[in-house]
């Protein structure tokens, strides 16, 4: 293993360990029936400003480092196939 291989999964693993921390962290968003009954729409100020609240800026962080992962494992293969011949 080449160390870009070395580095990339301690990488990945660090992600990996960042992603289920911050799903369990997480609230869950289960309304029940008011949420299929309503749409889940919220019109007051809480509802139009969700995009500062904690669990909006732990969905980036979340979608964040899901991005970083898949990316990372592509690279990764990429990476072996030509580093392997």
């Known amino acids: 293993m080449s160390p ?3 580095g990339a999964g301690v990488v990945l693993a660090l992600c990996s ?7 369990l962290i997480q609230e869950s968003k289960d309304d029940g029936l008011t ?5 889940g729409y919220n019109d007051s100020f809480y509802g ?6 904690r669990d909006a800026k ?4 979340t979608r964040n480092a899901a991005i970083v992962m898949f990316i990372l494992t ?5 990476i072996h ?5």
């Open 58 to 61: 732990l969905n980036r962080l």
């Open 17 to 23: 360990i960042v992603i289920v921390l911050v799903v």
């Open 4 to 6: 870009i291989e070395i």
């Open 48 to 53: 139009k400003n969700t995009g500062n609240t």
């Open 35 to 39: 949420s299929a009954i309503g749409g």
């Open 81 to 85: 196939k030509y580093l392997s011949k």
């Open 74 to 78: 592509i690279a990764v293969s990429v």
